[in-house]
């Protein structure tokens, strides 16, 4: 048996080389339609490959298995959305405020550049293999840290009004994470729309005056 340490590597081995192969991007795309639409458990690998037009066989040359498959759609959404803010933090410096809506921006945005992928990545989660829960549950926790980091940056810049970083960084998490279930891709508004419109809310409210 594959040892804990192997194991983690295997499976990052699974998610650092999807980019660079456009079939193995099809077959995870695929995969995401079908995990979304019929559910994880209902979805055959049969069903994968006739989606993708390959032989069950030439699946299995990619991906030894659905597990491997639902790993990499959690590690690709991860990678994107971390990738996404440290790529930005490099590039420009933005200040907390903005750096908020840009983070609230990528994913919500992900309705839009990895359709499908949202209810497998909050509905899913449990059905990881245990090594690969642990992994994605680090990468979870990191991106939450990032979020307070930008939270804290913005209380002692004077952005933000001394709020709690934790506590602010799940509502933002929150207001994010349960747009899958209602956002509508030919609905009236845009990803950044929704984005915008929640960042407002969290700076604002909704009160015209302060509680007494």
């Known amino acids: 048996m594959a040892s804990a340490c192997q194991c983690i590597g295997s499976l990052r081995g699974v998610a650092s080389t999807a980019a660079e192969n456009p079939r193995r991007a099809q077959i995870i795309g695929v995969a995401a ?3 979304d639409r019929d559910g994880y458990h209902e979805t055959s690998m ?25 790993v990499e759609l ?31 921006r990528d994913v919500i945005g992900l309705m ?3 359709p499908g992928y949202l209810r497998i990545f909050f509905e899913s989660y449990r059905e990881l293999p245990p090594v690969a829960r642990s992994s994605v549950a680090a990468q979870r926790s990191r991106y939450r840290q990032l979020v307070a980091d930008v939270i804290t940056a913005g209380n002692e810049l004077g952005e933000f009004r001394g709020v709690d970083p934790d506590l ?9 994470n349960w ?9 009236p508004l845009t990803t950044d729309e ?16 302060p509680d007494r």
């Open 194 to 209: 929704v984005a915008d419109h929640f960042w407002s809310l969290l700076l604002n409210g909704i009160g015209t005056a």
């Open 74 to 104: 959690h590690e690709t959404l991860m990678t994107v959305v971390i990738g996404r803010h440290l790529d930005r933090r490099t590039a420009e410096r933005l200040g907390p405020r903005d750096e908020l809506r840009a983070m609230m």
């Open 46 to 70: 049969q069903a994968i490959a006739e989606r993708t037009g390959i032989r069950k066989a030439s699946l299995y040359h990619y991906f030894r298995s659905k597990d491997e498959l639902l």
């Open 179 to 187: 747009t899958y279930q209602w956002f509508g891709r030919s609905g």
């Open 33 to 35: 339609d079908l995990f």
């Open 112 to 114: 839009d550049s990895h």
């Open 168 to 176: 602010t960084s799940l509502a933002v998490l929150s207001l994010m």
